[in-house]
Structures are given as structure tokens and as C-alpha cells.
């Protein structure tokens, strides 16, 4: 059972920071690209940031510069370092996975930790 589990989620001010972690199974982290969506209310989805198994990282380029994607092999814990926030940053924050060497392709979840900004 793959289990994703994001926390670190709050109210922040405008400018100010937030780090938000995801504890994974060992079975999907140890191996897959690890990745952080967001979703504001009444708006899809979006892609955040990406980190390989070999750390190599991708941002969306509404966050790039801003936001740091990192990950802990020992503790099976992926991190998005989130500085500079602003107000259009505030959603609901998720945490993704798959296994690249499974077909079909099925992408795991976690529960989502909301993030707030305001003044």
C-alpha cells in the first residue's frame, strides 16, 4: 500500500516562508520522480515541482526561484522550501508519485495541507 503523507502546511504572511514535507513509502520514493502539485478553489490542478530519484529538480515557472523541491533518501521525505510567498500561492498543496515501470501508469496522492497567505 503506497502511502504519501504531506504536513507543514499554515497561515503565512505575505514574503514569508513555509516548508512542506512529504513522508512516502519506501517502495515508490526510493526509485520515482517525486512531485508537488497545487490546487487553488476553482482552478485545476497545477504542477509545482519535480525531483528525480538522482535530485535533479524542475519548477514551474511561477515559483522558480522561489520555491526549493529537495529530498531525504534516509527518511523517504520529500520537501518544498517555500519563500517569497505571495497571496496566489495560497492552495491546497499535494504531494505525487508513480512508478515509471508500471503500465498503465497510476499516480498516487496524498491527503493535501493547506497553505494560506495573507496579511
Known amino acids: 500500500q503506497v502511502q504519501l503523507v504531506e504536513s507543514g502546511g499554515g497561515l503565512v504572511q505575505p514574503g514569508g516562508s513555509l516548508r512542506l514535507s512529504c513522508a512516502a513509502s519506501a517502495s515508490i520514493f526510493s526509485s520515482n520522480t517525486m512531485r508537488w502539485y497545487r490546487q487553488s478553489p476553482g482552478k485545476q490542478r497545477e504542477w509545482v515541482a519535480a525531483?528525480?530519484?538522482?535530485?535533479?529538480?524542475n519548477y514551474a515557472d511561477s515559483v522558480k526561484g522561489r520555491f526549493t523541491i529537495s529530498r531525504d533518501n534516509a527518511k523517504n521525505t520529500v520537501y518544498l522550501q517555500m519563500n517569497s510567498l505571495k497571496p496566489e500561492d495560497k492552495a491546497v498543496y499535494y504531494c505525487n508519485a508513480y512508478y515509471s515501470d508500471r503500465y498503465p501508469r497510476r499516480d498516487y496522492w496524498g491527503q493535501g495541507t493547506q497553505v494560506t497567505v495573507s496579511s
Open positions: 525531483i528525480t530519484s538522482g535530485g535533479s529538480t
